[in-house]
């Protein structure tokens, strides 16, 4: 298991972990309430199997808008001195993903959602972008996924774990971690 840091910029609380440092970097995002180890087992796979360099920023408990969370992302990204990742992040992490991608795009190689919620959020210029889908999420529905690649279809892509529902990073961590190697394998 990796250990959770914390990193305290302006009083601010804001948990994250490490691990690998393979030449990819990929900062991923949590549904809210599942923490940063929600997306434990997608990264250690990540990190051992494809030699990613793969950061886990949680939501601070205080934290309750979507301007706060890529605050804390753009804070944890500038306290570990990286210019340029692949951001991404399952349901509301996806959210405050594509929220950071829209306003830091010049930071962001490219953009991973894994289950998207039905937010106003364009995805940001120029960027790659992989949607991850269960078939049977009844959360984010994989029309959501379907709707937002169609704004972007020259660089949006769409793949579906079957018969998972929305949780499916942590019901089909290897499944949804392959799909990720497969897909960054081409950068």
Not at 89 to 106: L, N
Request: net charge negative.
């Amino acid at each position: 298991m990796t250990d959770t840091q914390t990193f305290e910029p302006d009083g601010r609380a804001i948990p994250f972990a490490v691990e690998g440092e393979g030449p990819v970097s990929l900062v991923l995002l949590s549904e809210r309430d599942l923490g940063a180890d929600g997306l434990g087992v997608i990264s250690h796979y990540l990190v051992e199997e494809a030699g990613f360099h793969v950061v886990r920023v949680d939501t601070r408990a205080d934290s309750d808008s979507l301007d706060e969370r890529v605050q804390d992302v753009a804070a944890v990204i500038d306290h570990l001195g990286l210019d340029h990742t692949w951001i991404g992040g399952h349901g509301a992490g996806g959210t405050v993903a594509r929220a950071f991608a829209a306003s830091h795009h010049e930071r962001v190689n490219g953009l991973l959602l894994l289950g998207v919620e039905d937010q106003d959020i364009p995805l940001a210029p120029i960027m790659p972008v992989l949607i991850i889908q269960g078939t049977d999420d009844e959360t984010t529905p994989p029309v959501n996924g379907e709707r937002l690649q169609s704004t972007a279809p020259e660089r949006a892509s769409v793949k579906t774990v079957d018969g998972a529902g929305h949780l499916f990073p942590l019901t089909h961590p290897i499944q949804t971690a392959f799909i990720i190697e497969e897909y960054l394998d081409w950068d």
